[in-house]
């Protein structure tokens, strides 16, 4: 095969792999961050200091354990891939468990658990997740905002906002997917020729001397 050929080939499978990654991540992108407590951006409002009780209230209306489920059940299969991979590639790995996940038909079985047990493990975190959620809101809110907001996730249209988050997310999660692969099928392609522009050529290994 000639260089030019294999690197050819070697680019088009970098930038394939690299495209449904960019695509992941639009995906990501576009799901609920009401879970995200980690680092908030520190929006506060000028008189904050909301009771915790009725941010929980608040938090109720807008049943953000359902956004939630909604959150988690995108990452699980990213994550359960992520696992499956980590023990193809671990050499003390039992045997039988990498020949469970060779095996087409045992793979859907180890899918299929791995995704139950990380979503219940998720859904056992959920309290903790609200807690959290309910101080930030008490931290960053009076209680004037907090009550008006409940007042408003209460109404018919406030509930009808609520109801159509989860066939909006579905939606804006399909475009995100488009829109990651079309990013990604545009952008791979100009980073990989300025890395290879700029990046010190690798030297080619010297040829054996001959007897």
């Known amino acids: 095969m000639a260089q030019g050929e294999g690197e050819g080939r070697e680019g088009g499978g970098v930038m394939r792999r690299m495209t449904i990654a960019a695509a992941a991540m639009a995906v990501l992108s576009v799901t609920p961050v009401a879970a995200q407590t980690a680092n908030p951006v ?8 909301g009771s915790v009780e009725t941010a929980t209230k608040l938090i109720a ?32 790995a039992p045997a039988d468990l990498k020949a469970k996940i060779e095996n ?9 658990i791995l995704g139950e047990e990380i979503m219940k493990s998720y859904r056992a975190r959920y309290a903790q997740i609200i807690d959290a959620t309910a101080k930030r809101y ?10 008006a907001a409940l007042a408003f996730y209460q109404t018919p249209v406030g509930q009808r906002f609520i109801a159509a988050q989860s066939t909006l997310q579905a939606e804006l ?3 995100g997917r488009a829109i990651g692969a079309e990013a990604g099928r545009e952008a791979i ?5 300025r890395i290879m522009g700029t990046a010190p050529a690798v030297p080619a290994p010297a040829p054996a001397a001959k007897p």
Do not use: C, M, W, Y
């Open 104 to 112: 087409p038909a045992s793979r859907q079985q180890v899918e299929k």
């Open 42 to 49: 520190p929006i506060v409002t000028a008189a904050a200091g």
């Open 173 to 175: 999660g399909e475009q």
């Open 138 to 147: 008490a931290a960053t809110f009076s209680e004037a905002d907090l009550k």
């Open 61 to 92: 209306a807008l049943q953000l354990r359902g956004t939630f489920d909604r959150t988690f059940q995108q990452l699980t299969p990213l994550i359960s891939n992520g696992v499956i991979a980590s023990i193809q590639r671990a050499s003390d």
């Open 189 to 193: 392609p100009i980073a990989i020729k």
